[in-house]
T-cell receptor, first 114, second 114 residues
Framework: AQSVTQLGSHVSVSEGALVLLRCNYS??????LFWYVQYPNQGLQLLLK??????LVKGINGFEAEFKKSETSFHLTKPSAHMSDAAEYFC????????????FGKGITLSVRP | GAVVSQHPSRVICKSGTSVKIECRSLDFQATTMFWYRQFPKQSLMLMAT?????????EQGVEKDKFLINHASLTLSTLTVTSAHPEDSSFYIC??????????FGSGTRLTVV
C-alpha cells in the first residue's frame, strides 16, 4: 500500500522568495516519487522524479526535491519564485515494478504575489 | 520527449447520450494506459488501468458498464462515458506508460453533461 500526504491546500509566496512545498509518503516497497504541475484545464506536466538514484533530484523550471528516507519526505523547492510558477502541484508515489499505479496527494495551490 | 494526445479537450453533451474520449501516444508504444477523473480543486482519482489487448482493470467503486475502456492498439485507448448524467461532469485525464517512458499525461478532457 502507498499514500502521499501534502499538508495544507494553499501556499502563497512573494515573487523572488523561496518556494517550499511539502510531501510525505508511505510505501510498503521502495518508492518512486514524482512531482507534477498542473495549470488550469490542462493535464499534468512532470517536474521531476526520484527513482532510487541520487537523492537530490533536479527538475525543470529550477525546481528540485530531496528524497529523505528517514523522514519519508520528498519536499519540492525552488530558490526564487516566478509569477509563472502559480499553479497546482501534485506529489505522487508509485512502486518500482511494471504497471505500478501512481497514487497522488491532494495537491497544493501555489500563488505568487508580485 | 514522449507525447500523449487527448481529444476532445472539451465536450458538452446532453443527458442520456454517450461520449468517447481518445488518448493516443504519438511517439511511443503505450503498454499501459491509465484513466483518471478529477473533480474541481481535488486530486486525480484513478478509474482504471488498461493493457493493450486485454480487459481494463477498474478501481473499486467505478462502474465498468458506465465507463467503457478500450485499448485496442499500443497507441490508442478510448474511454466512453455511456448514458451520461450531470454527475458525470468532470475533468478526465489519461496517462500512458511505455517500456522506457515514464508516465506521460494527456491534456485532459472537460466533460459537461447538461
Amino acid at each position: 500500500a502507498q499514500s502521499v500526504t501534502q499538508l495544507g491546500s494553499h501556499v502563497s509566496v512573494s515573487e523572488g522568495a523561496l518556494v517550499l512545498l511539502r510531501c510525505n509518503y508511505s510505501s510498503s516497497v521502495p518508492p518512486y516519487l514524482f512531482w507534477y504541475v498542473q495549470y488550469p484545464n490542462q493535464g499534468l506536466q512532470l517536474l521531476l522524479k526520484y527513482t532510487s538514484a541520487a537523492t537530490l533530484v533536479k527538475g525543470i523550471n529550477g525546481f528540485e526535491a530531496e528524497f529523505k528516507k528517514s523522514e519519508t519526505s520528498f519536499h519540492l523547492t525552488k530558490p526564487s519564485a516566478h509569477m509563472s510558477d502559480a499553479a497546482e502541484y501534485f506529489c505522487a508515489v508509485s512502486g518500482s515494478g511494471a504497471n505500478s499505479k501512481l497514487t497522488f496527494g491532494k495537491g497544493i495551490t501555489l500563488s505568487v504575489r508580485p | 520527449g514522449a507525447v500523449v494526445s487527448q481529444h476532445p479537450s472539451r465536450v458538452i453533451c446532453k443527458s442520456g447520450t454517450s461520449v468517447k474520449i481518445e488518448c493516443r501516444s504519438l511517439d511511443f508504444q503505450a503498454t499501459t494506459m491509465f484513466w483518471y477523473r478529477q473533480f474541481p480543486k481535488q486530486s486525480l482519482m484513478l478509474m482504471a488501468t488498461s493493457n493493450e489487448g486485454s480487459k481494463a482493470t477498474y478501481e473499486q467503486g467505478v462502474e465498468k458498464d458506465k465507463f467503457l475502456i478500450n485499448h485496442a492498439s499500443l497507441t490508442l485507448s478510448t474511454l466512453t462515458v455511456t448514458s451520461a448524467h450531470p454527475e458525470d461532469s468532470s475533468f478526465y485525464i489519461c496517462s500512458a506508460e511505455g517500456p522506457t517512458e515514464g508516465y506521460t499525461f494527456g491534456s485532459g478532457t472537460r466533460l459537461t453533461v447538461v
